[in-house]
């Protein structure tokens, strides 16, 4: 249980155009998602914060206006890269925090996804 | 500002060999700490979380503890196998306006020789 995809797992793209990346989860209802970016070597950093329905709270230095995020549903986020530029190759996960509690399934613990590896060109 | 340190940034060890691995937080009011396992280009797999009122969790090889008033954690794995090889992350949980905020450390990289 608890599983999370991500789609696609790897994508490479022309500088200027955007691309979208779906996080959902399969067999549960998550009301937050959650998006994070790892470049080489170092540590996942969050970008941004999303609620079911509501607008997403961006970290610190994230642009909003560029990582564009719709949780349109308890069980699928997108984060959309506008103008994509070569800085912002990277590799992308999305977790997902569950609906309430059921047996041993914590509302506090994020299921992570697979990851989307970006490369802009 | 909560910062994860995680030391040494990598280990090799040979087969058989029990290990530790160390993270510190500057922080201490966090709401949990988790370790995670990343293979390469892969995402997490969580391996134990403990909350801030325990001091350890246990699953098969693994036991990790907790020291919270020092900024603390250890990740222990008995008998190492090459399975084993991955990247090891440590995060800390912190509760933020409902939600939970996860900071990561940069990982500690294992290789596990036969």
């Known amino acids: 249980g608890a599983v999370v995809s991500q789609h696609p797992s790897r994508v490479i793209c022309k500088s200027g155009t955007s691309v979208k990346i779906e996080c959902r989860s399969l067999d549960f209802q998550a009301t937050t998602m959650f998006w994070y970016r790892q470049f080489p070597k170092q540590s996942l950093m969050l970008m941004a914060t999303?609620?079911?329905?509501?607008?997403?709270?961006?970290e610190q230095g994230v642009e909003k206006d560029k990582f564009l995020i719709n949780h349109a549903s308890l069980t699928l986020s997108t984060l959309t890269v506008t103008s994509a530029h070569p800085e912002d190759s990277s590799f992308y996960i999305c977790?997902?925090?569950?609906?309430?509690?059921?047996?041993?399934?914590?509302?506090?613990?994020?299921?992570f996804g697979p990851g989307t590896r970006l490369l802009v060109l | 500002k909560q910062e994860v340190t995680q030391i040494p940034a990598a280990l090799s060890v040979p087969e058989g060999e029990n290990l530790v691995l160390n993270c510190s937080f500057t922080?201490?009011?966090?709401?949990?700490l988790q370790w995670f396992r990343q293979d390469p280009g892969k995402g997490l797999t969580s391996l134990l979380l403990i909350q801030s009122s325990q001091r350890e969790q246990t699953s098969g090889r693994l036991n990790a503890s907790l020291d919270k008033s020092s900024g603390r954690s250890t990740l222990y794995i008995a008998a190492s196998q090459p399975g084993d090889s991955a990247t090891y992350l440590c995060a800390v949980g912190l509760s933020q306006g409902g939600s939970e905020k996860l900071v990561f450390g940069k990982g500690t990289k294992l290789t596990v020789n036969p």
């Open positions: 922080d201490s009011a966090i709401y949990n």
């Open positions: 977790s997902a925090s569950i609906a309430g509690t059921s047996g041993i399934w914590s509302p506090e613990t994020q299921y």
């Open positions: 999303s609620n079911e329905g509501s607008k997403a709270t961006y």
